[in-house]
């Protein structure tokens, strides 16, 4: 055998490996656009004035965040909406925290609301710029931190929170367990058979965001955060079914477990309703009563 035909031979498979990857990283991107999503609401609309920032995440890509910071030396809760959304999904949840004596952050993840696109959005970017935004708090002198995330926002904060182990508090809205099963069912729907191509595109997005699915599922994640941690979850939830949140309970038995009747997934004012649960919650892990009611009269405002 020529050494062209043993060339020829061997190069054939590898370009049209090539050639695979190449199609399904373009069926990916087209697969997983983020399409556009309206706003729900205006900080106006409540009653809110923010400080409208724009902060540097990884890659040089631009967030635009909402400061709400009236409350000199308390606690910032930091929120992470889920995919497709933006930050004005988590808007109805922000007066209830300025109530509290509590700051407020909401922020526009990449290829999401008015933030820089960048390609592709994953659940490790939205960790990425999760921990630009607390970057930027640290160093104006905001270092006590409060993650909160909704649904793929949610599974980001557990990330982002198994790897920064001096978070005053955790919340996570909605978080399903791992994202196979969630990509599954998107095949299902999609009318793609899970075997073989399904197994294919799984194995295709991890290798396109570069991360396997077992190392950034909440399910491995949950059980490394060291802050409390409270896991909630609307009871008519037909999205992310409750079994996904019996499944992160049982990897993290500290956690507690809050279950809200009448709030299915994408139901912002649903979860708004319950903040005073949540709020409840969280008031022992929070500083001294007396210094965050001393700041409690300004509700609304920025630095």
């Known amino acids: 055998m020529s050494v062209f035909h043993g060339f020829f031979i061997v190069s054939v498979p590898v370009l049209g490996l090539v050639l695979g990857l190449m199609v399904l990283r373009s069926w990916l991107l087209r697969a997983f656009r983020i399409q556009a999503r309206s706003w729900v609401t ?9 400080e409208r920032v724009r902060i540097i995440s990884r890659r040089r890509k631009a967030l635009a965040a909402s400061f709400f910071l009236p409350h000199p030396g308390a606690p910032v809760v930091v929120m992470v909406h889920g995919w497709g959304a933006n930050s004005s999904h988590l808007l109805f949840m922000v007066p209830r ?5 509590l ?42 931190i409060i993650l909160l995330g909704h649904s793929v926002g949610a599974g980001a904060v557990l990330l982002a929170a198994s790897r920064t182990p001096d978070l005053r508090a955790v919340i996570s809205l909605s978080a399903f367990s791992h994202p196979e099963p969630m990509m599954n069912g998107w095949l299902a ?20 965001i570069g991360h396997r699915f077992d190392d950034i599922a909440p399910r491995t994640t949950v059980d490394r955060i060291q802050a409390p941690l409270l896991l909630v979850h609307g009871e008519d939830d037909d999205v992310v079914p409750l079994h996904h949140l019996q499944i992160l309970a049982g990897a993290n ?14 139901d912002p004012e649903g979860f708004a309703r319950h903040a005073g ?20 009269p300004r509700a609304t405002g920025t630095v």
């Open 42 to 50: 205006e900080p106006q609309a409540l009653g809110l004035s923010p």
């Open 97 to 101: 925290v300025l109530a509290e004596g």
């Open 103 to 144: 700051n407020a952050v909401v922020f526009d993840a990449r290829c999401h609301g008015l933030s820089d696109d960048d390609g592709f959005a994953s659940l490790p970017r939205f960790a990425e710029d999760a921990e630009a935004v607390m970057e930027v708090l640290r160093r104006r002198g905001y270092g006590d």
């Open 189 to 208: 729907e999609q009318g793609i058979p899970r075997r073989p191509w399904g197994v294919v595109i799984n194995r295709g997005v991890e290798w396109f």
């Open 253 to 266: 038995p500290r956690a507690t477990v809050l279950t809200l009747p009448g709030v299915g997934h994408n």
């Open 277 to 296: 649960q949540i709020m409840d919650w969280l008031r022992p892990y929070l500083p001294s009563r007396s210094h965050l009611k001393d700041a409690h």
